[in-house]
C-alpha cells in the first residue's frame, strides 16, 4: 500500500471521532470526513453493497480526489471501510476521478476509474490529462493494475479531447464480454459519450460514438450510465454550463436522462426525448446498481457544483449522497421512489384524514420532526373553485424554515430554502411544472437532519434541496390559500 493511501486511511480513522453520529444525516451517506462528491463504483460485490466516492479527506473542500469507501447490506445503514484509493501513481497523481465497479469472473471486485495528471499547457494553465485505469481487490484493500493506463488518448474518437474523457461505467453483457461508457469533449468543447467493449474488463476498444450534444444540455458531460428498463434504453448523464430552458433545465451544472432505444446490430441509440433527473437544488452525477432481486436503483450525489458554498464550518464533514431510488419507466417518464427498504424504518404513524383548511395555516398534532417520511395529497374542497396554494413548511422554529409551495393554476412547484440558515447568495429556490387533475396532486416529502427529498405524484418528479439548520427547527405546518382538503400521513424514520 502506498503511503498517500496509508496516511488518509490513518488520517480519516482519527478525525471521524470527531464528527457525532447527530452530526450526520441518519441514514443518507455522507463524507467519512472531509468532502464527497459523485457516487462512484456503486455495486453488489460479496453479500452487499459498495459504495465508494469522490473523497478529499483533509479539508471539506473539493481537493486531490481519493476514493471514500462504504458497505451496506440495505443502502440506509452504512459502514465506513478504510479509503479505498490514493492519488499515488504518475497517471493519477493529481486525482482519482470518478468510476465504476464490476465482480471479475475470479471472484475479484474490479474498479475502473479516470486518473488525472496534469501538465502545464502552452499559455501556462494547468491541463488535466485523463486516462481510464483498473485496480482490483478484495472489497476491502485494491491493488492498482500495473498495466495502467488501459485507456488513453489513443482509444479517442478523432477530435476527442485527452484533458475531457473521464467517468467510466462498465457492465456486463450476457456472453461474458464487457462494455463500459464514458464521457469525452469533441472538438468544438462539446460533450459526447463513447461506448467501448472489451472481452476480459482489461483490454478495451472504441465500439461507437453513442450520442453527442450538438450544441444542447450544456456543454461537458459526465458521469454517463446506460441500461435497459422496462423495454426502454436509459441514459443518465451530469452537464456542465447548461443553459435554462422553461423549467425543464437550469442554469449551470445539471441532470438529464434520456429515453431512447438501443439497437444492437447497428450499435446505435435513439433518443426519443430527454428531461431533468431532479428538478431541485442538489443533485448531480447519480450512478445506479442492479440490486440481487432485479432492481435498478440510483443514487446521486445530493449537491451541486453551482451551490457546494452552502457550507457551515462547524461541521467537519460536506458531502451527501441522495436516497436510494427505485426507477421505472412509464409514459415516456423516469420515474423514482425511496428504495422499498425505507418503509422498513418507519415508526410512529400518523394519520390525519379530510383536514378542511381554507385560507390560513394549521399545524397538525404529532405531524413534527427533522427524521420523517411524510405523505401528502390535496383536493380542493370544492372542484368548482381550485385552491390558489397549498405550502407546506418544515425545519421550521421561529427564524427558519425550508418550504415547498404548489400553486394549481400555473401548475408550479417551488422548494425554497432562503429561510435555513444560509449566509451565502447562492441559488435558494428552484421550481418545477407539476402535473394535478383539478387540483388533486400528491407528495411525498422525505426529511434527514439535513435534507428534503420531494417526491411528486408516485415519483413522476423529485426535488431534492439540503440544508443544514439546527435540529430543534423541527416544525411541520400547512398553508392553504382558497381552500383544500388534506390527507396527511407521517412516519418518523428511525435511527436504526
Ligand atoms: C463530476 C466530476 C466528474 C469527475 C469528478 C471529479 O462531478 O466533475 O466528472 O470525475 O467530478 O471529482
Redesign the pocket.
Known sequence: MSQVLRDARRFEEAQESYISEESRPAFHLSARVGWM??PNGFSWYDGQYHMFY?YHPYDSI?GP?HWGHAVSPDLLHWTYLPAAMAPDQPYDRD?C??GSAITMPDGRQMLMY?GVSCETGPEGQKLEVQTQNLAFGDGVDYEKYENNPVLTERDLPAGGSRYAF??PKIWALPDGTWRAIM?NNNEDGGGQMLLYRSPDAIDWKLETVLVRNMDRLGRMW??PDFFELDGKQVLLA?AQDMLPYHLEYHNGNGTFYMLGTWDEESKTFTEECNHSVDYGIDF??PQTVLTPDGRRVMIG?MQN?DTCNLHTDSVPWFGQMSLPRELHVRDGVLYQTPIRELDERRTGKVVHRDVRVEDRWVVLPGVSGRRVDLEVEVVPADPEKVYEKIAIRFAQDDCHQTFMSFRPKEGQLKVDRKFSGSRRAIQHQRRANVRHDNGTVKFRLILDRFSAEIFVNDGEKVLSTTFYTTQSADGISFEVEGAAILNVTKYSLEEV
Open positions: 462528491n459523485d469522490q473539493w480526489m486525482g476521478y470518478s479516470t473521464r467517468d464521457a459526465e458521469c451530469s448531480y452525477a450525489w457544483w
